[in-house]
């Protein structure tokens, strides 16, 4: 990492969340800022899903997810995001985001949290806010996370990793919407959503 400029920081940090532990070190180990930046291109280049055009658009994906996860979850130390904001650059907007309030009672401590749910791949994700500072962690560790590599947009009507079209802010208002509307719904549906795709 000392060998890296700030500029180079800054985008190794969104790099984390798609490259894989050889690659980082294959990243981290060329010695000049050039041949980094070639390295980065051509891992790329084997992304892109339309080789054929000018755009590549899992990079384009990619650097839309870093910069929504710096402004919906900043944070001033590294790497500029919480919990969610490295889960939202993985995987992409949820499907489904509740929050959770945080409670004292003769019971003990609840922490305040949220609830991710991916129908794409029937996958929940837990944060917590265990310091009540702000900042929230996932309760799943990092190793039982599949983590999915560059995201693989729609082309041609195959989808990947993203699902439809990606519009951030108007996302990002509809699970807050969704949150008003379905806190106390959410676990019957979310059970309902898992009992009809286990049965088709």
Not at 7 to 33: D, H, I, K, N
Not at 124 to 149: C, M, T
């Amino acid at each position: 990492m000392a060998r890296l400029g700030p500029e180079e920081r800054t985008s190794f940090c969104g790099l984390q969340c798609v490259l894989s532990e050889a690659q980082r070190m294959r990243y981290l180990s060329l010695p000049t800022r050039k041949e980094r930046s070639e390295w980065l291109a051509r891992f790329w280049i084997t992304h892109d899903p339309t080789p054929a055009t000018e755009e590549n658009e899992a990079r384009v994906e990619h650097e839309r997810r870093v910069d929504l996860a710096r402004k919906l979850f900043a944070m001033t130390e590294a790497p500029g995001w919480d919990g969610r904001g490295e889960i939202l650059i993985r995987f992409g907007l949820p499907t489904a985001r509740a929050k959770t309030e945080g409670d004292v009672s003769t019971g003990g401590l609840s922490l305040p949290g949220e609830l991710w749910y991916y129908e794409a791949f029937n996958m929940s994700v837990l944060f917590n806010d265990v310091n009540l500072n702000g900042r929230y962690a996932y309760n799943v560790a990092q190793r039982q996370i599949k983590v999915p590599g560059p995201p693989v947009v729609s082309v041609g009507g195959s989808t990947g990793f993203c699902r439809g079209p990606f519009e951030p802010l108007e996302m990002d208002y509809n699970a807050d919407e969704l949150d008003r509307l379905l806190t106390l719904q959410f676990w019957n549906e979310l059970e309902w959503t898992k009992a009809e795709r286990a049965a088709d």
